[in-house]
């Protein structure tokens, strides 16, 4: 039983004792005070009637028409006249008449008032004695609606008792309930502060508690440093800043294979020309310098530029990539711009080339670093100081326009054309954690399934990504309903922004409640660091329910956020740029091991994902990850 539901019956067991002792003592007192009435009622009339016979001068019909006429008033059991000797004269009697009041209460407080005698006297001489006995009925009769009306007063007492006390009560829960649910959010990994309450003892409590939850903000803080230093250490060109070659190209492999990147996107390749002559000429530090001062001009697009990634390939080559088609050209033209008017002031005989390249992001990584080394090539073949030689392939026609664009995914999702692909995540036993489950469309009817690379980014412009998740969600619940195995679906950050997304999902999870328990939902890293709030949100809408929230493409970023441990979630994928290649680097993997560690601090599962390599397998493993998803998954289920 509940510490609160022990004060209601506490607080009950007082009230009604306390009614019922008032309403007991006060019937007690009442039915004592008409008895009294009832006795002095009974000893004035027999002396009143006793005068009136002794003035009739010994006459007996006067004297019986007086006890008669008094009797006759209805107010008496019996009237009785004894002569002299004692022996009865003349009698008046009537049957106890009956009380408006239940026979249980006459019997539990009965009224017994003796009967009022008087003497006769004719003169100086006695001739006898009456007796008056008068009905209790009356009595009874006033006494029951004296202890109703006391019953009522006493009710209304209790009941204004009662909300006082529930108020009181209330006031009292809230601290106790928001110390029990930070309980709770602790034992789930959730790190929240409450307000301390005015109540002593509870305000004790929550001080301790919050001190707790902020000794963890404390380690994780200490956490998040020490894992950048590692990131550091293990992606990062000392020099420069920017990822080396090795994590460049890991996390440029990644973004080509998501889902919700943009349909086209550039390359721009950067080489500080003679290398070792500016060496010789102008001295170690000051290349180093002027290598720095390249480095801090392309490191500026990542800062600014969601999705963009910049690198430093080796001693002398750059590459920055651009989320985004037909700006290429012109950030190669920026860039040049920008450093001939920084660079020649570190020295004379400083010369870049530019080469920049805009291809569809389905084509594999070659082709990219193929093309942009051929504009590289073309720029130094020109010569110059700085120059920017552009290759823009020509890119798939799009026969239609946006509009025609969203009026097919549109279509597609209003005639529930669409399906789920289904990968799956497994655990270092081999057994299925859950099912990743990316959506296609039929974007034409009788079509081919189109992935979601191809048409996501489309989608995102057209505001239509709340729609699509919705919709992958609907399927996911199906699907799980039917073989009862748990999926996860994608979810864009973007649907976030929709004010009724979070609604319509916590609608459709309403409708399917046990497949909820099996439904796992995952946003961007982005999320987390763009949209946090929103994304807290929405794991207290859909978490109570069963519905399972982790982050996928998740890196470096992470560290960043500042509350993760208030995030709300239950998973996180690392992404393939940071998981990949750990076999052979031992920074890369001291690196995934911190994030490991940090992460299960918070009661966290951690996943990576996008891993091939079975020996990346095999160290991921060692690193005491939950789980891994990728190519090297897809041929464990198959085989």
Same mark, same amino acid.
């Not at 009785?80 to 009697?93: H, N, Y």
């Not at 459709?508 to 999320?527: D, H, M, N, Y």
């Not at 992404?575 to 031992?586: L, P, Y």
């Given at each position: &039983?509940?510490?609160?539901?022990?004060?209601?019956?506490?607080?009950?067991?007082?009230?009604?004792?306390?009614?019922?002792?008032?309403?007991?003592?006060?019937?007690?007192?009442?039915?004592?005070?008409? #008895?009294?009435?009832?006795?002095?009622?009974?000893?004035?009339?027999?002396?009143?009637?006793?005068?009136?016979?002794?003035?009739?001068?010994?006459?007996?019909?006067?004297?019986?028409?007086?006890?008669?006429?008094? %009797?006759?008033?209805? %107010?008496?059991?019996?009237?009785?006249?004894?002569?002299?000797?004692?022996?009865?004269?003349?009698?008046?009697?009537?049957?106890?008449?009956?009380?408006?009041?239940?026979? *249980?209460?006459?019997?539990?407080?009965?009224?017994?008032?003796?009967?009022?005698?008087?003497?006769?006297?004719?003169? !100086?001489?006695?001739?006898?004695?009456?007796?008056?006995?008068?009905?209790?009925?009356?009595?009874?009769?006033?006494?029951?609606?004296?202890?109703?009306?006391?019953?009522?007063?006493?009710?209304?007492?209790?009941?204004?008792?009662?909300?006082?006390?529930?108020?009181?009560?209330?006031?009292?829960?809230?601290?106790?309930?928001?110390?029990? $649910?930070?309980?709770?959010?602790?034992?789930?990994?959730?790190?929240?502060?409450?307000?301390?309450?005015?109540?002593?003892?509870?305000?004790?409590?929550?001080?301790?508690?919050?001190?707790?939850?902020?000794?963890?903000?404390? &380690?994780?803080?200490?956490?998040?440093?020490?894992?950048?230093?590692?990131?550091?250490?293990?992606?990062?060109? &000392?020099?420069?800043?920017?990822?080396?070659?090795?994590? %460049?190209?890991?996390?440029?492999?990644?973004?080509?294979?998501?889902?919700?990147?943009?349909?086209?996107?550039?390359?721009?390749?950067?080489?500080?020309?003679?290398?070792?002559?500016?060496?010789?000429?102008?001295?170690?530090?000051?290349?180093?310098?002027?290598?720095?001062?390249?480095?801090?001009?392309?490191?500026?697009?990542?800062?600014?530029?969601?999705?963009?990634?910049?690198?430093?390939?080796?001693?002398?080559?750059?590459?920055?990539?651009?989320?985004?088609?037909?700006?290429?050209?012109?950030?190669?033209?920026?860039?040049?711009?920008?450093?001939?008017?920084?660079?020649?002031?570190?020295?004379?005989?400083?010369?870049?080339?530019?080469?920049?390249?805009?291809?569809?992001?389905? @084509?594999?990584?070659?082709? *990219?670093?193929?093309?942009?080394?051929?504009?590289?090539?073309?720029?130094?073949?020109?010569?110059?100081?700085?120059?920017?030689?552009?290759? &823009?392939?020509?890119? /798939?026609?799009?026969?239609?326009?946006?509009?025609?664009?969203?009026?097919?995914?549109?279509?597609?999702? +209003?005639?529930?054309?669409?399906?789920?692909?289904?990968?799956?995540?497994?655990?270092?036993?081999?057994?299925?954690?859950?099912? /990743?489950?990316?959506?296609?469309? #039929?974007?034409?009817?009788?079509?081919?399934?189109?992935?979601?690379? @191809?048409?996501?980014?489309?989608?995102?412009?057209?505001?239509?990504?709340?729609?699509?998740?919705?919709?992958?969600?609907?399927?996911?619940?199906?699907?799980?309903?039917?073989?009862? @195995?748990?999926?996860?679906? +994608?979810?864009?950050?973007?649907?976030?922004?929709?004010?009724?997304?979070?609604?319509?999902?916590?609608?459709?999870?309403?409708?399917?409640?046990?497949?909820?328990?099996?439904?796992?939902?995952?946003?961007?890293?982005?999320?987390?660091?763009?949209? %946090?709030?929103?994304?807290?949100?929405?794991?207290?809408?859909?978490?109570?329910?069963?519905?399972?929230?982790?982050?996928?493409? $998740?890196?470096?970023?992470?560290?960043?956020?500042?509350?993760?441990?208030?995030?709300?979630?239950?998973?996180?994928?690392?992404?393939?740029?940071?998981?990949?290649?750990?076999?052979?680097?031992?920074?890369?993997?001291?690196?995934?091991?911190?994030?490991?560690?940090?992460?299960?601090?918070?009661?966290?599962?951690?996943?990576?994902?996008?891993?091939?390599?079975?020996?990346?397998?095999?160290?991921? !493993?060692?690193?005491?990850?939950?789980?891994?998803?990728?190519? !090297? $998954?897809?041929?464990?289920?198959?085989?």
């Amino acid at each position: &039983m509940s510490l609160i539901r022990q004060v209601w019956f506490l607080l009950l067991a007082v009230v009604l004792a306390a009614l019922l002792g008032s309403a007991a003592v006060s019937t007690l007192s009442m039915r004592q005070l008409l #008895q009294t009435q009832l006795q002095v009622k009974n000893s004035d009339n027999a002396g009143a009637l006793a005068l009136a016979m002794s003035q009739q001068g010994g006459d007996a019909q006067l004297m019986e028409l007086l006890v008669s006429a008094q %009797f006759d008033t209805g %107010f008496y059991q019996s009237l009785l006249w004894r002569g002299a000797d004692g022996k009865l004269v003349f009698e008046r009697r009537a049957p106890a008449r009956a009380s408006t009041a239940p026979a *249980w209460f006459v019997a539990l407080v009965p009224i017994e008032a003796p009967p009022g005698t008087a003497k006769l006297s004719n003169g !100086w001489q006695a001739i006898g004695s009456v007796e008056v006995l008068s009905q209790t009925a009356y009595a009874h009769d006033e006494l029951w609606t004296a202890t109703l009306r006391m019953a009522a007063l006493l009710l209304a007492l209790g009941l204004l008792a009662g909300g006082v006390a529930h108020l009181a009560l209330k006031r009292i829960r809230r601290p106790l309930d928001a110390a029990v $649910a930070q309980a709770q959010d602790l034992v789930q990994g959730h790190y929240t502060t409450v307000d301390e309450p005015k109540v002593p003892e509870l305000a004790r409590l929550a001080q301790a508690m919050n001190s707790m939850v902020a000794r963890v903000r404390q &380690m994780f803080e200490a956490q998040a440093e020490q894992l950048e230093v590692l990131r550091r250490q293990a992606h990062c060109d &000392m020099l420069t800043g920017l990822s080396h070659r090795k994590h %460049f190209l890991a996390e440029l492999e990644s973004a080509l294979t998501r889902d919700d990147g943009p349909a086209r996107g550039g390359l721009v390749l950067l080489r500080l020309r003679e290398l070792e002559q500016l060496n010789q000429s102008l001295g170690r530090s000051a290349v180093d310098q002027v290598l720095g001062a390249m480095g801090h001009a392309v490191k500026v697009y990542p800062e600014r530029v969601k999705g963009c990634l910049a690198g430093r390939l080796n001693g002398a080559d750059f590459a920055l990539w651009l989320p985004a088609p037909d700006v290429a050209r012109d950030t190669a033209q920026a860039l040049a711009d920008a450093l001939q008017a920084s660079l020649p002031g570190f020295g004379a005989g400083i010369q870049v080339a530019l080469g920049a390249v805009e291809l569809a992001r389905e @084509r594999p990584l070659s082709d *990219w670093f193929g093309s942009a080394d051929a504009a590289l090539a073309r720029a130094e073949a020109r010569g110059g100081g700085f120059v920017v030689e552009a290759l &823009m392939p020509a890119g /798939e026609s799009t026969i239609q326009g946006e509009r025609a664009w969203r009026a097919q995914i549109a279509e597609a999702l +209003n005639t529930r054309r669409g399906r789920l692909q289904e990968y799956p995540l497994l655990d270092k036993q081999g057994q299925v954690l859950h099912l /990743e489950c990316p959506l296609q469309l #039929q974007l034409e009817a009788d079509g081919e399934f189109v992935r979601a690379a @191809r048409w996501l980014p489309l989608a995102q412009r057209s505001r239509l990504t709340a729609d699509v998740d919705v919709h992958a969600t609907a399927l996911a619940l199906e699907a799980i309903a039917l073989d009862g @195995r748990p999926r996860c679906v +994608n979810v864009a950050p973007a649907s976030l922004l929709d004010g009724g997304f979070v609604a319509r999902l916590r609608e459709l999870v309403f409708q399917s409640p046990q497949a909820a328990r099996k439904l796992g939902l995952e946003l961007g890293e982005g999320a987390a660091v763009q949209h %946090f709030e929103l994304l807290q949100e929405m794991g207290r809408q859909l978490r109570p329910l069963g519905v399972k929230l982790g982050l996928e493409h $998740a890196g470096p970023a992470l560290s960043q956020v500042d509350r993760l441990y208030q995030a709300g979630l239950d998973y996180v994928k690392l992404d393939a740029a940071v998981v990949v290649g750990v076999s052979g680097d031992a920074a890369r993997a001291a690196f995934v091991r911190g994030m490991v560690i940090m992460l299960r601090s918070l009661a966290l599962k951690v996943y990576a994902e996008g891993v091939a390599d079975t020996m990346d397998v095999q160290a991921l !493993w060692d690193c005491e990850l939950d789980g891994i998803t990728g190519p !090297w $998954a897809t041929t464990q289920t198959r085989n």
